[in-house]
């Protein structure tokens, strides 16, 4: 069974494939492990991805379909450059150059770059990249969350990818690998669950479901590590099917204490950090963090979940579009699906670059007309 990560997944589905996983766990053999089986067709093409034939390997093929071509009428050039000005610097700036008498898709692109170099000269990272960073990990905007690592000024770095957020090392730990191991945000979403529910929700294109009543007191018995109790806690089937789909992210993340400290152990005994998750269609076993990360990083589903999101936030803070509802960020590009489709090719095409994120956020319709 494969489930087309681009369309909402229902909880009924969300549950089936986790029982679906579960059992499979036991008997040792995947249920994509037949698909898995299947010889690469190597074709490459975009108008083969999604077709079902292409085998199940992690960020393989993940090309979007084709969008329509962006094509006038578009707002005038002061009203777009106020708003890629708004996305960028977070302020209104005054226009770098002479504005040309009409917009153009190339000209937003290279606007919303240059701008975003100007700003980057001027301080550490453009106000907009702080903005997207805080809100992809649901940490506050404002006052600017007291993250351990300049992330943002990193991700406005040349050549920044999201490998590069996902992937960064800290000398002489281990485990502290990626965004997700800064402590700040550790301490923020000091356990399981909310790690889980938190880096589901900036990692998938469907977010997590919600939970459907208060949360059980995190109240862990002595003697037990805070994974034991935990797991013991949502195996009935009742609360697996929610919690077997998220969990393991963090899971993945249990090397740190409630305060983001590195640990060895957990209630004298040893720490269990590995899981297995589905990415891409994948089955994939993790020992920790260090090795999940890479994974996340080169997967279409992360890939596809960051552009848009990344969108998201550039359409909310150029005033192009209003805040849902359900304060889910996912939702707010629901009425813009060309555009997403836009900025997840123009992100994978240019090598999963933070530059090809700004550059595809300012070429979106939502942006220009
Ligand atoms: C519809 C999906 C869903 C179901 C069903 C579900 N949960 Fe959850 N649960 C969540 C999510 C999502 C979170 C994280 C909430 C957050 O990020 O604030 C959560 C959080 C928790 C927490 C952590 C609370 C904390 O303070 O950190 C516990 C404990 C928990 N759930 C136990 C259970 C148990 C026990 C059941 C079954 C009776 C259950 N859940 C059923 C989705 C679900």
Same mark, same amino acid.
């Not at 975003?116 to 000269?121: G, P, T, V, Y």
């Not at 050549?159 to 550790?186: H, K, M, N, Q």
């Given at each position: 069974m494969r489930f087309d990560s681009k369309s909402p997944l229902p909880l009924f589905l969300l549950a089936l494939a986790c029982g679906e996983a579960t059992h499979a766990l036991g008997d040792g053999a995947g249920p994509l492990g037949a698909a898995g089986a299947?010889?690469?067709?190597? !074709?490459?093409?975009?108008?083969?991805?999604?077709?079902?034939? !292409?085998?199940?390997?992690?960020?393989?093929?993940?090309?979007?379909?084709?969008?329509?071509e962006l094509a006038p009428p578009f707002a005038s050039p002061e009203v777009v450059w106020q708003r890629i000005s708004r996305f960028v610097a977070d302020a209104e700036r005054e226009a770098p150059s002479a504005l040309p008498d009409e917009v153009s898709p190339e000209w937003a692109g290279e606007i919303a770059l240059a701008a975003?170099?100007?700003?980057?000269?001027a301080q550490t990272a453009p106000a907009g990249m702080r903005r997207f960073i805080a809100r992809w990990l649901s940490l506050p905007t404002e006052p600017e969350p007291a993250l351990d690592r300049d992330w943002a000024s990193m991700a406005?770095?040349?050549?920044?990818?999201?490998?590069?957020?996902?992937?960064?090392?800290?000398?002489?730990?281990?485990?502290?690998?990626?965004?997700?191991?800064?402590?700040?945000?550790?301490?923020?979403?000091?356990?399981?669950?909310?790690?889980?529910?938190?880096m589901h929700r900036a990692l998938n294109v469907n977010a997590a479901p919600l939970p459907p009543s208060e949360p059980t007191a995190f109240d862990v018995t002595?003697?037990?590590?805070?994974?034991?109790?935990?797991?013991?806690?949502?195996?009935?089937?009742?609360?697996?099917?929610?919690?077997?789909?998220?969990?393991?992210?963090?899971?993945?993340?249990?090397?740190?204490?409630?305060?983001?400290?590195?640990?060895?152990?957990?209630?004298?005994?040893?720490?269990?950090?590995?899981?297995?998750?589905?990415?891409?269609?994948?089955?994939?076993?993790?020992?920790?963090?260090?090795?999940?990360?890479?994974?996340?990083?080169?997967?279409c589903q992360a890939g596809r979940a960051v552009s848009q999101r990344f969108l998201a936030d550039a359409l909310l803070a150029s005033g192009t579009a209003a805040e849902p509802v359900?304060?889910?960020?996912?939702?707010?590009?629901?009425?813009?699906?060309?555009?997403?489709?836009?900025?997840?090719?123009?992100?994978?095409a240019g090598g999963r670059t933070i530059r090809a994120l700004v550059e595809g956020a300012a070429r979106s319709e939502a942006m220009l007309r």
């Open positions: 299947t010889s690469p067709d190597g !074709n490459g093409d975009a108008a083969s991805a999604g077709t079902g034939g !292409n085998p199940p390997v992690i960020g393989d093929a993940c090309d979007e379909d084709s969008p329509p975003f170099d100007r700003e980057l000269e406005a770095g040349d050549g920044a990818t999201l490998r590069t957020l996902l992937t960064f090392r800290e000398a002489g730990e281990p485990d502290r690998v990626g965004i997700f191991a800064d402590s700040f945000w550790l301490t923020e979403y000091e356990r399981i669950p909310r790690r889980a529910s938190t002595p003697g037990m590590t805070a994974r034991e109790w935990y797991v013991n806690e949502v195996s009935p089937p009742v609360c697996a099917g929610c919690h077997t789909v998220i969990d393991p992210y963090g899971f993945a993340l249990e090397h740190f204490d409630e305060v983001g400290e590195y640990r060895e152990t957990d209630g004298g005994k040893p720490v269990d950090a590995s899981g297995w998750i589905v990415i891409d269609d994948v089955e994939v076993s993790f020992t920790s963090i260090a090795d999940l990360a890479p994974r996340l990083a080169e997967s359900s304060g889910n960020l996912s939702h707010v590009v629901l009425a813009y699906p060309a555009d997403e489709a836009r900025i997840n090719r123009a992100f994978f």
